[in-house]
């Protein structure tokens, strides 16, 4: 039989960790999963969303129309209902005079990240990213074929001196040109739950708009999934509030994490250049992501049922963030050069071993962890780029977004016996 030909694109996108992890959770259905992204389904708001969605059903002719075919970037009603969300968020009245031809409703906040790259990169050209960074919007660069560079990164966030020292190493090496977009989840970020400080927002906008020139223009893409699942801390300003140009930063948001993934709706606030070329991908995709979904939403914001729920999810995760953390403590405490961020909001807590310790797919730690201490997690070499040699391979991605809370502390208790396994065998 004769090898199907497929395009560099489909190999570029093949192998990827998502699918690895999904299918060991399947080959492994008694591990508890501490590397599940996906939220806590007790929050799901079954109610809510019926409510809403008879609503939006009746009387039958405005139903119908929430049944039919939308416009490519979101039916204007829809957009402005987002628009005044958005301008709750920012604390700025002045959201509300945004021209909503920039708005644009997408399927979840991946979709737009997908149509973004795809507008943006030919192979070779280049996307910076903190290190560590989201990892399934790595496999959409190299899906790209996008040259993935990291930048320097702490308990802060992104540094921006590092920044700005990595963009004159590619100027000085020649490949200015090929520079197009700098990427970072600014809220509690994933996988790390690291923030960016309030005194670097500004400072790296400016970092970005200082190396943007009118022949080669320097994006920068807010990633702000996990903003509103804030449980301690200081509420922080977006990096997209401080463009004072309002054509530097792009900022996507998503319902999946405060509301329901099921309903897949996401928006964004694209600068006017990116506008059409978004469209027109988006429209070769789907000519309008699912109106009903949006529908729902807008209306579950304007009754004020969204703003009651998005409260209640906030403390379910605290509780179950604190958990973790403490089984941190009680278990991980007693092991020599073991460390973890205490995040302020997200699903998520980083977490590094001994430098000698790899926890990739193919090491002792992840073998151990799967078959014998049935509990599994995401490795954080992961979250960095494959093609950079000096990455860590002794970190881990942990979630507490699925587990209960006395499932998260028995999946910690199993992951500290893996790690001690490991530890004494050396």
């Not at 694109?9 to 060991?24: C, E, H, K, P, V």
């Not at 389904?41 to 609503?55: C, G, K, W, Y």
């Not at 997408?106 to 795809?118: D, E, I, K, P």
């Not at 926890?359 to 780029?385: K, M, R, W």
């Amino acid at each position: 039989m004769n090898q199907l030909k497929l395009s560099s694109s489909a190999g570029r996108s093949s192998d990827q960790a998502i699918s690895y992890l999904m299918q060991a959770a399947f080959e492994h259905p008694d591990c508890i999963s501490l590397a599940a992204g996906f939220v806590d389904e007790t929050t799901l708001p079954t109610q809510l969303v019926l409510e809403s969605a008879q609503r939006v059903l009746t009387p039958d002719a405005q139903g119908r129309s929430a049944l039919q075919y939308g416009t490519t970037p979101g039916v204007e009603s829809l957009r402005s209902v987002f628009r005044g969300f958005l301008a709750q968020l920012e604390d700025n009245p002045a959201v509300n005079e945004i021209p909503l031809n920039r708005l644009m409703l997408s399927t979840g906040s991946q979709q737009m990240l997908c149509l973004l790259s795809q507008a943006l990169f030919e192979p070779g050209d280049i996307c910076l990213v903190a290190a560590p960074t989201y990892f399934v919007y790595l496999s959409v660069l190299n899906g790209v074929g996008a040259s993935i560079v990291p930048v320097p990164t702490d308990e802060n966030g992104i540094q921006p001196d590092g920044l700005d020292a990595t963009l004159q190493t590619l100027a000085d090496e020649g490949r200015r040109d090929r520079i197009k977009l700098v990427y970072a989840v600014s809220y509690y970020d994933n996988p790390a739950g690291i923030s960016v400080s309030a005194d670097r927002r500004k400072q790296l906008v400016r970092v970005v708009q200082n190396w943007s020139s009118a022949e080669h223009p320097l994006l920068l893409l807010e990633d702000a999934a996990y903003r509103e699942l804030r449980y301690h801390g200081p509420v922080l300003p977006s990096l997209w509030s401080y463009d004072d140009t309002q054509e530097t930063v792009i900022l996507t948001q998503t319902f999946s994490k405060t509301f329901a993934p099921g309903l897949r709706v996401g928006f964004s606030v694209l600068p006017k250049a990116l506008v059409k070329p978004v469209c027109d991908l988006k429209g070769n995709e789907d000519f309008g992501s699912a109106r009903l979904s949006q529908h729902i939403v807008a209306d579950a914001l304007e009754s004020g049922a969204y703003a009651k729920h998005v409260k209640q999810v906030i403390a379910g995760y605290t509780v179950k963030r604190d958990a973790m953390l403490a089984a941190a403590d009680e278990f991980f405490g007693h092991i020599a050069e073991v460390s973890w961020i205490h995040p302020d909001g997200g699903l998520y807590v980083w977490m590094t071993l001994p430098s000698e310790i790899s926890t990739g797919f193919d090491s002792p730690l992840f073998h151990y962890a799967t078959e014998s201490a049935q509990v599994i997690y995401v490795p954080g070499e992961l979250c960095y780029p494959s093609s950079w040699d000096k990455r860590p391979r002794n970190q881990m991605r942990l979630s507490f977004g699925v587990e209960s809370p006395e499932n998260i502390r028995q999946g910690m208790r199993r992951l500290a016996e893996a790690v001690r396994h490991i530890v004494d065998s050396s």
